[in-house]
């Protein structure tokens, strides 16, 4: 594996460059060799860095072999890395010095309308408006075709591959494009031309070791699909990590199906104000996030006395964050509502007191099954 040690801090965020170890590389090719078997096909890496995807031994580990594909092109914005996968890579390897992201068409890519395409590779993310590492980012740091245009320059790349008409996409990106509605909705038309058929989750943390947060990333299998898929069809995916973990967003209930999420000053009336909570996102927010607050501000909900319960029950399921797998990081907070009523009193003073009965614990054990990670608080 090559890494991006010729940039800088800042120029990794700008141009989202993780470099991809060995062992991912060689799970993208598995994946889509299960799909794929013909010679006929162009494969293009459209941000190939130093070339990680399109070395010969990564191709023919998983079972291809050198001739597999009849054109293999790798494209990228940074003229250092380029010069790096020149001299580590086949002689038949195509490389170009491209912007991926400005007038994206194949002639573009130096393909024909006829040939046959797979898309592989590690395309960056980066939410540019993001406050992480916000003062590092540089807003308007590459040109960005119109239609392209998204603050995370991994959806970006996304909306481009279906402007290639690829027949297969294989690539990493982070799992929030996918189980969030409105990075969903972003996508476009992606998810009318695409279809996910097989998955694998991993951490963030295999990237970016030193990160005080992680996340989870998937390596997805897309096929071209007149039909699409829509967000249902999402939410009922069975999802599979590393791990041989199993899941799906429908195999669970979620707190935002009973409560305020957001700001409610407008639909709460002074007098039935109980408490004050802090906006709630998913539960990657939940670990940095505070839950009930003393002051109003901005992101302040208002808890009336009917749904002070259920804001108990999320300030103490911040408790057991350390049992909830990275996988699960994007999602809302989870519940079982009938369970939760039966133990209402329980979550109500665990919240206040902060003592956690052996009825909870078992409560939570119970709501995430096969999930639960055994680890000390």
Not at 93 to 106: M, S, Y
Not at 310 to 317: A, G, I, S, T
């Amino acid at each position: 594996m090559t890494k991006p040690t010729h940039l800088s801090t800042q120029e990794k965020i700008n141009l989202g460059s993780f470099y991809t170890a060995d062992f991912l590389v060689n799970a993208v090719y598995i994946m889509f060799k299960k799909y794929v078997d013909s010679k006929d096909y162009v494969l293009l890496d459209s941000s190939c860095g130093s070339g990680n995807f399109l070395q010969s031994q990564a191709i023919i580990k998983s079972g291809f072999t050198k001739d597999s594909f009849s054109k293999i092109i790798g494209t990228d914005i940074d003229k250092t890395a380029l010069h790096i996968a020149k001299r580590t890579l086949d002689s038949k390897v195509i490389l170009l010095h491209k912007n991926a992201l400005h007038n994206v068409t194949r002639e573009h890519f130096s393909i024909a309308q006829t040939d046959r395409l797979i898309i592989i590779g590690n395309p960056p993310y980066n939410d540019r408006t993001s406050i992480v590492q916000n003062h590092l980012k540089n807003k308007e740091s590459i040109q960005i075709d119109s239609a392209l245009q998204h603050r995370d320059i991994g959806i970006s790349f996304l909306r481009s591959y279906e402007r290639l008409k690829a027949d297969f996409i294989c690539v990493l990106h982070p799992l929030s494009y996918l189980i969030k509605r409105a990075n969903f909705s972003a996508l476009k038309d992606f998810v009318k031309a695409y279809k996910l058929i097989d998955s694998t989750i991993i951490s963030s943390q295999i990237f970016c070791k030193d990160s005080k947060g992680y996340f989870p990333i998937i390596i997805a299998l897309y096929k071209r699909d007149n039909k699409g898929m829509d967000y249902e069809y999402i939410c009922n995916f069975k999802f599979k990590t590393i791990n041989e973990k199993e899941f799906s967003l429908k195999g669970f209930d979620y707190i935002g199906n009973y409560i305020d999420k957001y700001p409610n000053k407008k639909r709460v009336v002074s007098s039935k104000i109980k408490a004050m909570f802090y906006t709630m996102r998913d539960i990657n927010a939940l670990r940095r996030s505070k839950t009930f607050i003393n002051k109003e501000n901005s992101n302040t909900i208002f808890v009336t006395q009917e749904k002070y319960s259920l804001y108990c029950y999320v300030n103490v399921f911040k408790l057991f964050l350390p049992h909830i797998p990275y996988y699960f990081g994007n999602c809302e907070v989870m519940i079982n509502f009938q369970q939760f009523k039966a133990l209402e009193s329980h979550f109500i003073q665990a919240s206040e007191s902060k003592i956690l009965s052996p009825e909870i614990s078992q409560y939570f054990r119970d709501l995430l099954g096969v999930h639960y990670e055994n680890t000390t608080m």
